[in-house]
């Protein structure tokens, strides 16, 4: 079994998740491109891994969008995403908040029907290592 730990970016809120990944997704749907700002959002799914909210439980909220299964988990004083347990148990986990890492390389992208149209090969794009002066 493997061991995770992630945090907001504020550090209000830290949690760790005890077990295995069984998918990891970067969907491009346009919920997932609403609510990470982004061409798509990278999850972490789990049906048998555990939460375990080390500090600021007090500070996650969760939002799901009405007449979907859409849900999202994040702090409320720093807005980020944060893991969280959707409809049977399944367990969902942002990539980008955890500390730890993660050996598993994506398994699929996901809606591609509805990717941005700014999304795409960007090979040809000028590449720093920080912010460009």
């Known amino acids: 079994m493997t061991n995770h730990s992630g945090s907001c970016l504020c550090g209000t809120v ?12 970067l969907c ?16 972490l799914f789990s049906q048998s891994a555990k939460l375990v909210w080390r500090s600021g439980a007090g500070a996650v909220m969760s939002f799901t969008l009405p007449g979907t299964r859409h849900n999202k ?3 409320k004083l720093c807005g980020s995403a944060l893991p969280s347990t959707q409809d049977a148990g399944l367990l969902v ?33 000028p590449e720093f290592e920080g912010l460009p002066d």
């Not at 830290?14 to 997704?25: A, I, L, R, T």
């Open 93 to 125: 986990v942002p990539a980008g908040c955890l500390d730890t890492d993660i050996s598993m390389a994506p398994t699929a992208h996901i809606f591609l029907s509805r990717k941005a149209p700014w999304d795409g090969n960007f090979g040809e794009l």
């Open 14 to 25: 830290s949690f760790e998740v005890n077990g295995d990944f069984d998918n990891f997704y």
């Open 28 to 43: 491009h749907c346009q919920h997932c491109q609403k609510d990470t700002g982004s061409a798509y959002a990278a999850n």
């Open 73 to 75: 988990s994040f702090c």
